[in-house]
């Protein structure tokens, strides 16, 4: 298996543009993450799919944030409109179930300017 | 939620052993206790996973005491290459997921 993809690895937008980011877990893994690191405040969580349906979603910063799971090989991360505040790497990472090793795609680096 | 505090930098030298201390003192009765190692530009990595007592792999070991309010990563023989961020996680009782809440991180620093 080609492990968690993520595309694109690199996006530079312009403020108020709608920025999507996408990810393919690892085949037959049922739990997906999103993450974004920063400097300032490190990874935080913004949301976890468990066989597809959001069970936590309680990091996503606000309403700009969007993700959706269509299906099990799958998912997006929307912003509209981004920020430059929104500039970070933003990772998604799969597991086989939620309490089994994680696996982490090589992030998106958003730049918004 | 279980937060975890570790010592946000430590640096040692090529050939040492290296041991990293997370404190737990709120984790609950079915969190496991979770380390993740991170290097620039790349995702966070699988390290070891455990519960109590002790855990080792081909990597590292993983001490645990018996009220599990702390645990203890141990890097035989560190090297250049194991010069990284260390996560230590424990799990969301609620969701029983493992893989929720990173914290600050270790920067282990292994110098020549």
């Known amino acids: 298996d080609a492990g968690v993809i993520q595309s694109p690895r690199h996006e530079v937008t312009e403020m108020g543009q709608e920025v999507t980011l996408r990810c393919k877990p690892i085949s037959g893994h049922n739990s997906l993450f999103w993450y974004r690191q920063t400097m300032m405040r490190g990874l935080e969580l913004l949301i976890y799919?468990?066989?597809?349906?959001?069970?936590?979603d309680s990091g996503m910063p606000e309403d700009r944030f969007s993700a959706k799971m269509p299906n099990a090989s799958f998912s997006t991360l929307k912003i509209q409109p981004s920020e430059p505040r929104d500039s970070a790497v933003y990772f998604c990472?799969?597991?086989?179930?939620?309490?089994?090793?994680?696996?982490f795609g090589q992030g998106t680096r958003l730049t918004v300017v | 939620l279980a937060k975890t505090t570790q010592p946000i930098s430590m640096d040692s030298y090529e050939g040492q052993e290296v041991n990293i201390t997370c404190s737990h003192n709120n984790i609950a009765t079915n969190d496991y206790i979770t380390w993740y190692q991170q290097f620039p530009s790349q995702g966070p990595r699988f390290i070891i996973q455990?519960?109590?007592t002790k855990v080792t792999n081909e990597v590292a070991s993983l001490f645990i005491p018996a009220d599990r309010k702390s645990s203890t990563l141990s890097l035989p023989r560190v090297s250049l290459s194991d010069t990284a961020v260390y996560y230590c996680l424990v799990g969301d009782s609620q969701t029983g997921a493992n893989n929720l809440f990173f914290g600050t991180g270790t920067r282990l620093t292994v110098i020549p």
């Open positions: 455990g519960y109590k």
């Open positions: 799919f468990n066989n597809n349906v959001p069970i936590d």
């Open positions: 990472a799969s597991s086989l179930a939620s309490n089994t090793e994680a696996f």
